[in-house]
């Protein structure tokens, strides 16, 4: 098993973020309102955001936004995380290949989902909120908020997608340990959630519907915000500690990685990774690659298509551009619950279109096999969504082999699988399937998606 | 939420464990062989063990014993961990006590349990043994050995306590996906289990008939040892890199701990974090109290006898010197499946029997209470084993309060209670209950033991 650990100081932790937008020559297209057509302002959000948020949302010209000093106390508890030199892993490979992965899994509550959480959290109660509602799909963003909120003392409302409100239900109970409410999504307490079940009362929820129910508790509750683990601007701004971190460490080490990985779902555990790096191709056009790693079932980079859509089911949001299967796309149940989202932020849909960025689809099972690999050689479980981004570098080292060069290949480990047991259960018995979407049914999806 | 926390450097793991038999003026009583009633030698236990750990088990004299290469070069994974001043209980409780906990649970399988299981997988594999069984309780000692088996390529057989095996699935899929066998105790696949199911089909098990079991399939496997997590010498040994790590954290923070505290199943985690500081009692008198915390249900220490005991259910093991409830006790159901052992290690039962230490029991419902407190102000929910230390570690802080004085306390958070989730969402719904044992329970199950 693996043992190099390339360990930073708390004083290394990140005093800015790093917000990719200053350095992009082509800036992500504006919002929408979805009535007028017209691009949304920051005051346009600050019924829905804390101010704060909705500045950093807005925020096409700071390179470098300060992390408040309560923020980097916090982030103290866990960060700066680890970077690993992945031996066991190459050696089971039998690759020329360097394979370099960053710890986010060691956070409290186990992926770097805490990095937005914090702030948001902390935004919200610095301007006086008492209340925040959000959604989660399998639940690390949930929890991680719930830990947040209640470090902050904000009640807290969690939409959780109904597949992993059952498939997970140790996260719905970690939520609860923190003290948030949680309800399965979607749920009759909402105009939203009624209108889906009364059409199909076995949904089983994806996140788009659990975002219209958040966003429609938050607009009518007072002294309310909603808060997002993904997809926004400024929740990619957040995550950049991961990559400012892993900059340092893999100075440490004295590489550079030639391929720079993450998983995705919305974008945040891929921004965070991957801008700090990328800001180098941006700015100085250094050689290096970035790579997201999407499950073959949810598909937006690899199949879906640019364009304005809304970013939930009930089109509450404000239209955002975006690669998309379609706000009405209806995800398999797949176990990367995380990842069961039908768009991208726009920020990565701009890089993606501008091709300074690639995506490469993953099904269930290769994510499984990559996972228990990296389990027995590396001893640490990763997450499902997690394990998508391990069977990127996998082919990646492949690659290497085939070509008998060396390639320095980082990616970012978001989270353990400890609570995700229940899917192994079912990779290891031979129960798990593959649910991979065609061009077609990507498609007639977009065809039969509300006009907008 | 707490953000004290001091840090050591990989160059700060001890380069030896403290073996507190050397400084011990009353030594623990021999182990007997239970036919001959004569004293066992270190010969005696090669057919078991390996024989570094026979050789460890013995070890009277030396007060530190190396640790070899191999082993802290895996103990860097995750060692040191951290220590943590946690200021958010302490302004929960409005305490003039100052509470530090040694953060154990931050191993890749979420408990202290790696400390041993590496070394003695390693002596296994040193020795050129190929196959290892053990036993296990909630599961973290299992998890951890099938981490370390993994590690060395050792295959790996675990007997998991029943109970455990159905309310802790998550455990039992952790060792599986680490590629252990894992199979439920009692059952038929040895002498022993089908001894009790023909007399008890509905027995749900407990760690005495767990280790019959293991044990007597090391005995009939070809080029196989038993390993086990707790109540022996040697296993105490290698837990003392808590300890001896929180020693010098302590020294960073400034302060010198007045009680240091412990859970309390065999003795293996509150060994580890106690011993280091009892040697200063032992050598120089220095004033300090270490406390075991132990549940109710299973009170060897403050309800047990001192007398010779088995280790195990079916008298398979030599006679131990422990303080017992009897071999044949039947704990009840507890969440807190690693404190369900009928005994205490023999060095344990001898510094309680000189009063060198103290023991306090904890009602199940006192411990959830202290464990969802502690995740809403620490941000970590704690295992419920561990959960018994911070239990203890709240009434020392609470008569600190009464007596209006500064006191320091120190306790040992031995794991996480991700995989435990159950039991927070039982106590959160009102559905645990407390299992206190009587004196006399203890008295008519001693009574009713087989002679000894």
Redesign the interface.
Known sequence: ???K?F?LQ?SDIPKAWYNIVADMKNKPMPMLDPQTRKPMTEEDLHPLFSKAAANQEMNTTDAWIDIPDEVR??Y??WRPTPLVRAYGLEKALDTPAHIYFKNES?S?I?SHKLNSAIPQAYYCKQEGVSNITTETGAGQWGAALS?AA??FGLELAVYMVKVSYHQK???R??M????AQVIASPSMSTKAGRKILTNNPNYQGSLGTAISEAVELATQTPNCKYTLGSVMNHVMLHQTVIGIEAEKQMEMAGEYPDVVIGCFGGGSNFSGITFPFLRHKLKDGKEIRVVAAEPASCPKLTRGQFQYDFGDEAGYTPLLPMYTLGHNFSPANIHAGGLRYHGAGSIVSQLQKDKLMSAVDIEQLEAFEAA?LF??VE???PAPESAHAIAAAIKEAKEAKEEGKKRVILFNLSGHG??D??A??QY?SGDLVNYAVTDEEVAKNLSECDKI
Do not use: C, H, N, W
């Open positions: 098993m693996s043992t650990k360990l708390e106390e916090l103290k508890i060691v409290p186990g830990y209640k470090a239900p140790y996260r109970s970690i609860q340990t923190f003290g228990t389990a027995r001893g640490i479980i400890l609570i047991m229940a192994y259960d290891l």
